[in-house]
């Protein structure tokens, strides 16, 4: 049995009682969390079957931190009791505390507590958890629990937490194309025979922008009914979870790593081909048009992300989707995924304090309800309740551009990216709301703020032909209010965002409005402000 540590590992804590009584117990218990249900997991990698024993506990602290989403809660319980039966199947004993477990202590170091004391084990050996919160509370576990904890790196992300601060290290600005690249020659991917970028560039994001046209077809989705432990977990939600925000039903999310991978490949042959031409649009009767609709499956484990990346390539070197569509999707995944992973580790805890524009306006309500009269943002945030989920350019040119022009305070915002969406963990939420949709890092992670009148959401969706606002009129009752608010938030912030050269034109340009001009629309956004 491999009793060394793993790399990256760490131990602490008291050694065992020497009156440990060995045969009976197992050799080391191990603790596997609802997002790390990878068979490859660091802490499951040496484990023996009759020597070790796994852990896993469904816990209210873990439930509750935000109020997630209903599917979300149903979509990690369903999927970690199928991963424990997969473990029980390969000979592991795992000892499983449902929520409604009669014994149920709470909390995971509860839960673990109550488990060491029971089975008393030589160690106990975690994997690091995704979330800095939990991560700190693990590095005092040792302590508070008298027995040595190991604590394992995550290696299932393709730069570990180290090796991105070594390559951000004396940079004094991070992008992430040229990170990308450096990745994308790190593991050989996309690269020509010389070792350059396929077809000659990097980044084919400018092919990527393209509107729907009318009637194209977008392939309609498989959907399989919930088995039964699924449907014990729907029950369980809904009568736990009630308060929660979203609906549970109908829930679509696949639970198993089967389901996860049957899910791939139905996006691989249908969506991928057209992924990349209309990345950026929106349709109000297409929520889902040709996303993957994977990230929920990648942050929890049931899909490798270098397995996703590899199988994308096979599909343009096959022949079977274009150059733009396999890179733009690639770089969703070798790129931001692992840039905003490698960003939250280095800036955290402070990035989740920051607060560059001092944005203080509180959440509105209909980002609970979607009851807004703004038709782009009932859109959006409707697919997100009914769905747990609204594909990037929803997030972040339409509700994230909202909160960002509207000045919504970015604690508020962050916490209700973190409870919404049924992929939201806070290594990847914060950088993407904080740095990309808010710019409350100062431009720690994007270049510019991603602000956008109402003009952008009239090119890349229909979301405006149904909305009672116009986006060609920016004053007067009628006029989209993304239009004045934008002009406002240019004006609002000019001392810090002037000087940024991807702003010089937009400065430019509200530097010729006439004085009256200006007035009109910072009275305009000051109007919408007041009511919202
Ligand atoms: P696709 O568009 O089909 O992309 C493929 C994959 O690339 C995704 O499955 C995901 O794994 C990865 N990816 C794409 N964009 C990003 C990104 N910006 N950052 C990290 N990974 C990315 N993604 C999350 O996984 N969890 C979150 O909590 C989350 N919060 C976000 C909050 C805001 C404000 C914004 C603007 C974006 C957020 N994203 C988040 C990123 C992105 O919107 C989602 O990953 C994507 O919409 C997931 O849908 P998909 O699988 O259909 O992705
Ligand atoms: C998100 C979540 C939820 C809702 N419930 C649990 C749980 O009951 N037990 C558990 O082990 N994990 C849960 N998770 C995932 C954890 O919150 C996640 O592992 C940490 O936030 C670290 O990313
Ligand atoms: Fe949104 Fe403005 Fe278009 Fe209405 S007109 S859908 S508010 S962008």
Known sequence: MGQGLGSGALLFGGLPAAARRRGMNPASLRLVLGDQLSPSLASLRDAVPEQDAILMAEVMSEATYVPHHQQKIALIFAAMRHFADELRARGFTVHYTTLDAPDNAGSLLAEVGRHIAALEPARLILTEPAEWRLDHEMRGWGEALGIPVELRADDRFLCSRASFAAWADGKRQLRMEFFYRAMRKRHHVLLDTEGGPE?????????????????????????????????????????????????????????????????????????????????????????????????????????????????????????????????????????????????????????????????????????????????????????????????????????????????????????????????????????????????????????????????????????????????????????????????????RHQNKLAANPRLTMPYRTWARFSPERQEALREQAAAFLKRL
């Open 199 to 491: 077809g000659g560039q990097w980044n084919y994001d400018s092919e990527n922008r393209k509107a729907l046209p009318p009637g194209l077809a977008v392939p309609q989705r498989p959907q399989s009914a919930p088995d039964q432990i699924t449907a014990e977990v729907l029950q369980l939600v809904r009568q736990r979870f009630a308060a929660h925000p979203g609906a549970l039903e109908p829930f679509a999310w696949a639970v198993t790593r089967a389901g996860a991978e049957a899910a791939l490949a139905w996006f691989l042959r249908h969506a991928l081909p057209r992924f990349g031409d209309y990345q950026d649009a929106m349709a109000e009767t297409e929520p889902l048009l040709f996303h993957a609709v994977l990230s929920p499956y990648i942050n929890i484990g049931l899909l490798d992300p270098m397995a996703v990346i590899r199988a994308a390539e096979a599909e343009y070197r096959a022949g079977r989707v274009p150059l733009n569509a396999a890179e733009g999707f690639i770089r969703q995944i070798l790129g931001w995924r692992e840039y905003v992973h490698g960003i939250y580790w280095l800036e955290m805890p402070a990035y989740g304090a920051s607060n560059f524009l001092a944005a203080d306006h509180p959440l509105p309500e209909f980002f609970w309800t979607a009851e807004t009269d703004l038709n782009c943002l009932r859109q959006a945030i409707g697919n997100t309740l009914r769905q747990a989920y609204a594909h990037h350019i929803q997030r972040l040119m339409v509700i994230g551009n909202f909160a960002l022009l509207a000045g919504l305070a970015p604690q508020a915002v962050q916490a209700w990216y973190l409870a919404i969406y049924a992929d939201a963990f806070e290594w990847v939420e914060l950088p993407n709301t904080h740095g990309m949709a808010l710019f409350a890092d100062g431009g720690r992670m994007a270049s510019k703020p991603y602000a956008a009148s109402g003009k952008y959401i009239q090119r890349q969706s229909d979301y405006c032909r149904r909305c009672r606002y116009d986006p060609n009129q920016v004053t007067g009752p009628a006029a989209c209010p993304f239009n004045a608010l934008y002009w406002d938030f240019l004006a």
